[in-house]
């Protein structure tokens, strides 16, 4: 993460959104839980514009959000909440873009660069309620990248990163939006996680074995039909699992008709990010996701988007 080197007055935030691609061991057998594997990209994002000000003022989207943000990043860094701060772009929140992450770090990012503090995500991550299960988020904020995440411990500090290769650029990653649901979020999610089975332990090595054997292997030698197979039995495995809680392998209904139209298509990689209800299916260049997009033709309310994978993280700029 790049910051400014002299203490600004006024600064500039822009942080990538983030895909889950799963969860590596939601047994938790061998004493962590979760891990995960994800990828920034490079849209959606946060843009927003910080200064301090006479008090706290917010302009434009998740104003309630962000005034919450400041509170709890002023009340860790022993700091005055009066900033004025500007919304400039906003990620889609309960997508599976990791907005609220994303949205959190950002702000907390720019209040500490305002006051010449050092700042570290994972230091804040109890403050700003971020981290509880899934590391990528954090990591997307400092390295962008592909991230591998071993999970949280007894000791509930964030989960560490165990691994992070850089996406290719060629590759795309063709974004599929329902803009008119949300996934599970909230009360509903931590419900999700109480109340579903416990995770397969020998699924849960499968999983495990994958990222390591394949995934990480495929990604390191740009070998997209390895990386994307393997991403695809990922997600058949956790979202079946988590079928129960948001209604099929997929959140959304009109999501998953597309999902199933580009397998056809001998895609090898797709799926849902997170609870969803945002898919992706990977490509390997800007010409086949195009066509790609073409193919599939209007489709109601969905929106499709072509990505690149983001290999830094978030910039704090002064203006």
Excluded at 12 to 24: M, N, S, T
Excluded at 52 to 69: D, I, K, N, P, S
Excluded at 189 to 217: N, S, T, Y
Aim: charged residues 20%; hydrophobic residues 45%.
């Amino acid at each position: 993460m790049e910051v400014p080197e002299f203490l600004p007055s006024r600064v500039r935030v822009k942080a990538p959104a983030r895909l889950h691609f799963g969860f590596l061991d939601l047994h938790g057998g061998l004493g962590r839980r979760f891990g995960s594997i994800g990828v920034a990209v490079d849209t959606p994002a946060v843009g927003l514009v910080a200064e301090r000000a006479g008090a706290l003022a917010v302009e434009g989207q998740e104003a309630e959000r962000v005034r919450g943000y400041v509170h709890a990043a002023a009340g860790h860094l022993g700091l005055s909440s009066d900033l004025a701060i500007r919304i400039e772009e906003a990620i889609p929140p309960h997508a599976g873009f990791g907005s609220g992450t994303q949205l959190a770090l950002s702000v907390a990012a720019a209040l500490a660069a305002l006051h010449g503090r050092p700042f570290a995500p994972a230091d804040f991550a109890d403050a700003l309620d971020r981290g509880n299960r899934s590391g990528v988020g954090l990591a997307a904020f400092t390295q962008g990248g592909v991230i591998v995440d071993g999970g949280r411990d007894a000791g509930g500090a964030p989960p560490p990163v165990v691994a992070r290769l850089p996406y290719p650029e060629a590759w795309r990653i063709i974004l599929i939006l329902d803009e008119g649901m949300t996934g599970v979020h909230g009360s509903r999610e931590v419900e999700a996680f109480r109340d579903l089975p416990r995770f397969p332990e020998d699924q849960a090595a499968e999983i495990c074995r994958i990222v390591l054997m394949q995934v990480l292997p495929a990604l390191a030698t740009a070998e997209l039909e390895g990386f994307g197979s393997g991403i695809s039995r990922i997600q058949r495995l956790i979202g079946d699992h988590f079928a129960p809680h948001q209604g099929g392998r997929y959140a959304s209904p009109r999501v998953a008709e597309a999902l199933y139209a580009i397998a056809a298509k001998g895609i090898a990689g797709y799926g849902q990010s997170s609870w969803g209800p945002t898919g992706f299916a990977l490509v390997a260049s800007e010409a086949q996701a195009q066509a790609l997009v073409a193919e599939l033709g209007p489709r109601g309310p969905l929106r499709f988007v072509v990505a690149r994978g983001r290999n830094s993280g978030a910039t704090v700029t002064s203006l």
